[in-house]
């Protein structure tokens, strides 16, 4: 042992590895009596110890970025994604949809070019906004021109040359990390200019041949990406000294979303623009794709080859190409009641609306059926929401903390507030309870208990005056163990059923089950709950309400929300449905004790 150093090769420690060194040249008796501490020799210690430490550090980190699950550099994750054929997702363009209406009284027809500009503005944010395609405007008579559902996209148009040479090392990047690809032209000039093509983006090799004039994309280092053309087996290679010219949209990300008020930057040709009507306010733009996002993408990106036959193909590709969808859900036709066979269901959430806008369904259904199999017809659909109120009161020890009343409600109900943000807000989630309550008492060292009560809330908007069928489906196993409630019977007499108030006949009501299966409409005549009419039925074992014949004369906040308590504390959700949790439906009262 006198001839090798210390065994100990896993540690990475400074002052470990130079002890190693010490213990080393003490056991060789030419330094057995030497003073390590207090002589030059310590100082060289020092050298090789930070040497050795500097290079086990550096190894260590470059064996980090060799694997896609352990790299922390972007662009070591993006060149991982590059072998998977992952392109990480870009910026992408905020994106509006108006109806335009013009006034020309001189030309027979109007024409929107590519690039016209318009300008977004709320409050003071500020926005370019641009068209994407060459539109042809209507013609209404009377000199009026219009253009229904025309896209306008956040950004200005940037365009960058290149001459084209067949060297290797020649890279054609796209400089502006703010570009939007999706919005990407190329234009090869060839031939002193008498020759101009345009080339298409491919993301694919499928039906590509010597004369296909396309481009590929990839990720490289710097948050950028470059062109990649054919070599003339697999698409048209363009010829020597051939002008490149790439334009696209460099956009400023999240930032425009929201913007719902547009005017024109000035005429459009000969054509005054008198009316821009908003049908869909700016929503999808967003930031490049994160490093967690990259490594969670590309290797299911992988698996899906760009086609969708599993439930989690579509979640991959769908929030692969399109930013502003939050989560998907996808299941067979057959699980619907009834059953819908040969049909895929696709419940898309978005991020910023509750609603599935016709522009987006159109968007999205022609994605999908690019990449579906023949015999399954995709049907695209909103989620179904599911909330959960939350009833908490919360005992602290003031003898703890200098905090106020308010300030413990504020806290705890952030506390709340992030546990469904991390936990719910998707699809196939579930509240679990213990984990839920366990939060609220760890939020601050003060808390001594809470007791909490959480209800199952499915919300309606029902129609005034007009008697309607509803069906509710909570999908939820309900308590079925209060007993029957007679008809008219003291508030304190708790129900499975509730709902918010409405006016019924002029009356102020609430719907409430009575214990045995039935719906029934109930008036609120001082402490005693009294039977106006009965109104359907409930089935505690799946959670299905159907409301028969419903005519409120008027509904607080036009939504009429359903309560339900489940039978156990946990609350879950399948399928299409979401669950989450209102800061409307957040209730924290707070009490102070002294310990």
Do not use: W
């Amino acid at each position: 042992m006198s001839n090798q150093v210390g065994t100990n090769f896993t540690t990475l420690d400074f002052s470990a590895i130079k002890e190693n060194l010490k213990n080393h040249l003490k056991d060789q008796p030419i330094f057995r009596d030497y003073d390590f501490e207090a002589s030059n020799i310590n100082v060289l210690l020092d050298i090789l110890a930070y040497n050795t430490n500097l290079n086990a550090f550096y190894l260590n980190m470059i064996g980090n970025e060799m694997f896609l699950d352990s790299a922390v550099l972007r662009d070591s994750v993006v060149s991982h994604a590059k072998e998977l054929n992952y392109i990480p997702r870009s910026f992408r363009s905020s994106r509006a949809v108006v109806n335009l209406t013009m006034n020309d009284p001189v030309a027979a027809s109007v024409n929107i070019p590519r690039g016209t500009a318009f300008t977004g503005f709320d409050g003071n944010k500020n926005f370019t906004f641009v068209t994407s395609d060459n539109v042809i405007a209507v013609s209404q008579g009377n000199n009026i021109f219009t253009a229904e559902n025309l896209e306008l996209y956040e950004g200005d148009y940037v365009s960058e040359s290149y001459v084209f040479n067949d060297q290797e090392e020649t890279r054609y990047v796209i400089n502006n990390k703010n570009v939007d690809t999706n919005s990407l032209f190329v234009t090869v000039i060839e031939d002193n200019g008498s020759k101009v093509y345009s080339y298409k983006r491919a993301d694919s090799l499928f039906g590509l041949g010597v004369n296909s004039q396309v481009f590929f994309v990839q990720g490289i280092e710097n948050e950028r990406y470059e062109i990649i053309f054919g070599d003339n087996v697999i698409g048209r290679k363009p010829k020597v000294d051939a002008i490149i010219v790439l334009q696209y949209r460099a956009c400023n990300g999240e930032l425009p979303n929201g913007i719902q008020k547009f005017t024109a930057d000035g005429k459009i040709g000969t054509a005054l623009v008198t009316n821009i009507q908003v049908t869909q306010p700016a929503t999808g733009g967003d930031v490049s794709e994160s490093l967690s996002s990259i490594k969670f993408n590309a290797p299911r990106a992988f698996t899906t080859q760009e086609r969708v036959v599993t439930a989690e193909d579509y979640e991959t590709l769908l929030k692969q190409n399109f930013s502003e969808i939050n989560a998907v859900s996808a299941y067979g036709g057959e699980e619907q009641n009834p059953p819908q066979f040969g049909k895929v269901i696709v419940a898309i959430d978005l991020k910023q609306t509750d609603v599935l806008p016709p522009s987006n369904r159109r968007t999205y259904e022609k994605f999908i059926r690019e990449r579906s199999p023949l015999g399954l017809d995709p049907v695209l659909t909103t989620p179904d929401y599911t909330y959960v109120s939350v009833d908490c009161k919360v005992k602290y020890n003031v003898n703890e903390t200098e905090l106020t009343t308010q300030d413990i409600r504020s806290i705890v109900t952030s506390s709340i507030q992030d546990y469904a943000s991390i936990n719910l807000n998707g699809f196939n989630k579930t509240l679990f309870y213990s984990k839920f309550i366990a939060g609220i008492d760890l939020s601050h060292p003060s808390i001594v208990s809470n007791d909490t009560d959480i209800f199952a809330i499915k919300s309606i908007t029902p129609e005034i005056n007009i008697e309607t069928n509803y069906d509710i489906d909570f999908a939820l196993t309900l308590k079925d163990d209060i007993g029957q409630l007679s008809g008219d019977h003291p508030d304190s007499e708790i129900s499975i059923i509730n709902s918010s108030i409405f006016f019924y006949n002029g009356v102020e009501c609430f719907i409430e089950d009575d214990g045995e299966g039935k719906l029934r409409i109930m008036a609120l005549q001082g402490a005693t709950h009294s039977v106006v009419q009965e109104i359907g039925d409930v089935n505690y074992d799946t959670g299905f309400l159907q409301i028969k014949s419903f005519k409120p004369d008027k509904v607080k906040g036009n939504r009429l929300d359903i309560f339900a308590r489940s039978k156990t504390k946990d609350i879950s959700c399948v399928k299409r449905t979401i669950l989450n949790i209102r800061d409307t439906d957040i209730s924290v009262n707070v009490e102070q004790v002294r310990i």
